[in-house]
């Protein structure tokens, strides 16, 4: 897994406390003087091995150093995750929406919507189909933030059809399948064709999130948001019935939040109480995936891990954006939020291309394919073996039938002339013949009506050019 570490910008960065070593890919933790950690003598400094430490980049850049890549490989059917995690108000949502208040200042998800409709119209030789989802998770609920706009036809297609009418609001529910994989019954699914489609339902679904106020961030997201992509694609050149199916999901996690430097109460407290929980449940599934002599990993311990079984590694390209307010006040969160970053890091994926079959067609396929091979085989079956069929001449009837076929193979309408003897393969090229000759036949006619015709080598015109004008518009051809 690929993991980034960002910082807010703040005027009191911490810097003797947090050093960017020059390779842009190392933090190292000094400790203060007289510090302790958790109520342990800590050790005077840690070392953070990352992919990169995204230190005041622009929202442009550090959409190139962490989205490009993985919006890339999903067009190419590879699922595809980005995930932003770390303490209140340390620029999950920022990183991850952006501010609406400037276009320039559009975080990752609006950038991969931008991203996806532009490949989809470079990639001509391609039939793409987007479509998108916005799940939330609150207090280990999960809420479609989609739902107001979904008709039944965009409701996932599982359990009774729904009577006729208005469709009352299914709760959601997560579904572990035969295979492993898990869905959620009930979730609406959006056939998006455009750019503004997209971002119209992305802001649609923000105004939807259930946001607070509390002392460190007073637009604090109070609940774990997954906006996912599903991208499908068939080739226009290859006519078979594979095709690619790929999911883009970008989560924005709720903050971690300690709870008396927050100042939460009774609602407020609550939610808070449910995102640490939730938090640290995600933090010992990504300790077991991290850990390779574990068989188990805990993800039905909450709703968030459930939901990211397949976010969190697999064959998915997940990458990792850790949130820090670097100022020497939020040392404790920087410190648990890079712990659990090289934790992430050490979790192996193994990305892998998502190709289906679609069975309707590669039924016709198949079809097609015995076809073709039981004429193939009655061809050789006469070849080989003679017998009486090869010298019987073919019936008017049969002629006709093969005569019909020709035209039609020469207008289009036909795609293969079925042919399972000899005889008949002796008809259709004999059919050839009399379509190239009374084509020949119509285009002299054609051609004596304005010019006269003169045959090569004759003596009198041997020094006659090839074609005379005989009269004003007319002329002679060779
Ligand atoms: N890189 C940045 N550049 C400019 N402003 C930033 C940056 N990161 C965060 N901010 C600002 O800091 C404030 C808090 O950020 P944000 O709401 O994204 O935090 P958060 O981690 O999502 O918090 P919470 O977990 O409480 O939802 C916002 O006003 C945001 O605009």
New binding site residues.
Partial sequence: MKVFVRS??TATFAQELIEILPDGKTVQIHQSKGRRCGGYHAPSSWCFQLDGVLHLLSQEEVYARVGQEVVLGALDGYNGTVLCF?Q???????TMTG?TESYRQRGIIPRAVEQVFQEVAKRSGHIFSVQLSYLEVYNDTLTDLLSTLAGPQNLAPRGPVPPPGPAPRPGLALMEEPGGRVSIRGLSLHTVQSQEEALDLLFEGELNRIMGAHAM?N???RSHCIFTLHIQSRSRSLSGSTFLRSKLSLVDL??SERLGRTGGAGQTLQEATHINKSLSFLEQTILALADPRRDHVPFRQSKLTHALKHSLGGNCNTVLVA?IYGEETHMDETLSTLRFASRMKSVKSQPSINQHVDPALEVKRLQKEVETLRDELSIQNLLVNGGGARYQPLSEAQQAELQDQVQRYLEGSLEAISVVSVRQLQEVFSQFRLVVQEQEQRVKAKLSQTYTLVERGRADDSANPKVRNSKPGSGSVV
Wanted: proline share 6%.
């Fill in positions: 807010r910008p770390g209140t108000g340390a620029g999950k949502t920022y501010t961030n637009h604090s997201s709720a903050g949130n």
